[in-house]
């Protein structure tokens, strides 16, 4: 009789892992899904033409008035802050949300920040760049606002205009001009009249360009410290199967945090690499030319600044990587070639991702009130309770 009890208590509990085992794939393949979904959507309808501002005015409002309704739709304190460019004619916009933490407005409050520019050249529909990253953190938002958390620290999500410098009008010929003021004007001020600090800053710029067929993955770092890293591409058949992170050493903590965020996901096949640049602090002007393609992002003046603030740039690598080698800044970057199902699950895992990072560093003082925590638990009970009743039925 005993042997018989244990078996079947086995076979019980057994039963109970594997249904909460496939419960919880399933859980998260449906998050991938409703995530792709949504970002399709986002992309086709509002990030799918050409968003320059000389280029396409009409659009570029459109655009940026949908990224302020949105915030505003998910109850953020909304910022149109406005700034001057080269051209007296012109003027750029940056939309900035912010969600106030508990610590809001203390000197205990640490930022976490989402940025992503909005604009694009005047030649391409800009789907992959940065449509891509505007989705991303569009959704983020939406998928943070659904966890229902109350965070310790404010999030700030930024959309940067201006970042490209190929404008006819020459409003920015620099590039970055949103973001560099976002930083020397906005958050300067922003910082010195509440106290609070900076935790740390998630840049998206061009993050869906999935790619596993080999060789479509160029080498893109020349530089002799990046071989061990130039050769783990190799090794893999330079397929373009990677989301693509660099910070520097005191970026380590933060990029710790999204590798673990990204690693704690399922769908291994969707990868992450990422580099480390010996710099502690601000970067030297040296130190700034021997990188030039790792600077020129919006997370270049977070570095830069005085005090510098810990940012990570995410990419897929731009032009250096599948059709994106022909459609980078071109007519082709289009949601026709770009919106396939494998780039975006790609962009949903990064999406999640980020959501999941910042839930973490932003500390959700409750997280047992979380929708998906909540259905989560009361399954597990239901299924427990269920075997409970079988076992002890036909023991």
Same mark, same amino acid.
């Given at each position: 009789?005993?042997?018989?009890?244990?078996?079947?208590?086995?076979?019980?509990?057994?039963?109970?892992?594997?249904?909460?085992?496939?419960?919880?794939?399933?859980?998260?393949?449906?998050?991938?899904?409703?995530?792709?979904?949504?970002?399709?959507?986002?992309?086709?309808?509002?990030?799918?033409?050409?968003?320059?501002?000389?280029?396409?005015?009409?659009?570029?409002?459109?655009?940026?008035?949908? +990224?302020?309704?949105?915030?505003?739709?998910?109850?953020?304190?909304?910022?149109?802050?406005?700034?001057?460019? !080269?051209?007296?004619?012109?003027?750029?916009?940056?939309?900035?949300?912010?969600?106030?933490?508990?610590?809001?407005?203390?000197?205990?409050?640490?930022?976490?920040?989402?940025?992503?520019?909005?604009?694009?050249?005047?030649?391409?529909?800009?789907?992959?760049?940065?449509?891509?990253?505007?989705?991303?953190?569009?959704?983020?938002?939406?998928?943070?606002?659904?966890?229902?958390?109350?965070?310790?620290?404010?999030?700030?999500?930024?959309?940067?205009?201006?970042?490209?410098?190929?404008?006819?009008?020459?409003?920015?010929?620099?590039?970055?001009?949103?973001?560099?003021?976002?930083?020397?004007?906005?958050?300067?001020?922003?910082?010195?009249?509440?106290?609070?600090?900076?935790?740390?800053?998630?840049?998206?710029?061009?993050?869906?360009?999935?790619?596993?067929?080999?060789?479509?993955?160029?080498?893109?770092?020349?530089?002799?410290?990046?071989?061990?890293?130039?050769?783990? +591409?190799?090794?893999?058949?330079?397929?373009?199967?990677?989301?693509?992170?660099?910070?520097?050493?005191?970026?380590?903590?933060?990029?710790?945090?999204?590798?673990?965020?990204?690693?704690?996901?399922?769908?291994?096949?969707?990868? +992450?690499?990422?580099?480390?640049?010996?710099?502690?602090?601000?970067? !030297?002007?040296?130190?700034?030319?021997?990188?030039?393609?790792?600077?020129?992002?919006?997370?270049?003046?977070?570095?830069?600044?005085?005090?510098?603030?810990?940012?990570?740039?995410?990419?897929? @690598?731009?032009?250096?990587?599948?059709?994106?080698?022909?459609?980078?800044?071109?007519?082709?970057?289009?949601? @026709?070639?770009?919106?396939?199902?494998?780039?975006?699950?790609?962009?949903?895992?990064?999406?999640?991702?980020?959501?999941?990072?910042?839930?973490?560093?932003?500390?959700?003082?409750?997280?047992?009130?979380?929708?998906?925590?909540?259905?989560?638990?009361?399954?597990?009970?239901?299924?427990?309770?269920?075997?409970?009743?079988? !076992?002890?039925?036909?023991?």
């Amino acid at each position: 009789m005993c042997f018989k009890m244990a078996s079947k208590f086995c076979i019980y509990r057994t039963a109970v892992v594997v249904l909460l085992l496939a419960s919880h794939c399933q859980s998260a393949d449906e998050d991938y899904v409703k995530t792709a979904s949504n970002l399709r959507t986002m992309i086709q309808n509002k990030f799918s033409k050409n968003r320059n501002h000389a280029g396409n005015m009409a659009y570029h409002e459109a655009a940026r008035n949908f +990224i302020k309704s949105t915030f505003e739709d998910n109850e953020l304190d909304v910022n149109m802050v406005s700034f001057a460019t !080269s051209d007296p004619q012109t003027m750029g916009y940056n939309v900035v949300g912010i969600l106030p933490g508990k610590l809001a407005d203390t000197e205990d409050d640490e930022y976490l920040i989402v940025g992503a520019h909005f604009d694009t050249t005047p030649t391409t529909p800009g789907v992959d760049n940065n449509g891509s990253g505007l989705s991303a953190m569009l959704e983020a938002l939406r998928q943070l606002k659904a966890m229902s958390c109350t965070f310790e620290n404010t999030v700030i999500f930024a959309a940067f205009d201006m970042k490209e410098k190929e404008e006819p009008t020459s409003a920015c010929p620099s590039g970055l001009c949103g973001s560099k003021n976002f930083v020397e004007v906005w958050l300067k001020e922003q910082l010195e009249s509440t106290g609070s600090k900076v935790k740390g800053i998630i840049i998206l710029d061009t993050i869906m360009n999935y790619d596993t067929k080999n060789q479509s993955q160029e080498i893109f770092l020349d530089n002799d410290e990046f071989s061990s890293f130039n050769a783990e +591409i190799r090794d893999a058949d330079s397929k373009g199967d990677f989301l693509f992170g660099v910070g520097r050493k005191s970026d380590s903590k933060l990029m710790a945090a999204f590798r673990k965020a990204w690693n704690d996901l399922s769908k291994p096949e969707y990868k +992450i690499k990422s580099i480390e640049l010996d710099i502690e602090g601000a970067p !030297s002007e040296d130190q700034m030319n021997a990188y030039p393609r790792l600077m020129d992002s919006d997370h270049k003046y977070f570095w830069t600044n005085d005090p510098s603030y810990s940012a990570i740039y995410l990419s897929d @690598t731009d032009d250096k990587r599948g059709v994106m080698r022909q459609c980078y800044h071109s007519d082709c970057d289009n949601s @026709t070639v770009m919106l396939t199902d494998s780039k975006l699950t790609f962009l949903a895992k990064s999406t999640i991702a980020v959501t999941n990072c910042i839930s973490e560093m932003a500390v959700c003082s409750d997280p047992e009130s979380s929708a998906a925590t909540s259905a989560y638990v009361i399954q597990t009970v239901l299924m427990l309770f269920m075997f409970g009743l079988a !076992s002890f039925f036909f023991m």
